[in-house]
């Protein structure tokens, strides 16, 4: 009965070291799953971070586009206007020459006519 005893305890002893064994192991495996969901933590904080910073970047653009935008219809409106300017500045031109030209003829045959007089 003591030899049994013995043995009895001899294996409890065995179990009780592979029960702390397994433990320690399982522990350390936490251990481990901590420190890698800490990290994990740490770098879906950053991404998180550099997403926001993405966020507010694309929305200073949007601002930038749309003030772009309007900058771009009021150079296309001053465009607009001076190209009907110059047509106009043209068209005056063109009834200057004509003027001009009508002034030449007249001149010259008023020249000879004084000059023979």
Do not use: W, Y
Request: some cysteine.
């Amino acid at each position: 009965l003591q030899q049994q005893a013995e043995l009895t305890c001899r294996q409890l002893v065995r179990t009780q070291e592979e029960h702390e064994q397994l433990l320690q192991a399982a522990v350390e495996q936490a251990e481990g799953l901590e420190q890698s969901l800490r990290t994990a933590e740490a770098v879906l904080a950053e991404r998180a971070a550099q997403l926001r910073d993405a966020q507010a970047q694309l929305s200073r653009n949007k601002v930038l586009i749309e003030d772009l935008r309007g900058e771009n219809r009021r150079f296309a409106m001053a465009l607009q206007a001076a190209e009907l300017k110059q047509k106009s500045m043209e068209e005056k031109n063109q009834l200057l020459e004509e003027q001009a030209s009508a002034l030449k003829q007249l001149i010259g045959k008023i020249t000879p006519a004084s000059l023979s007089g």
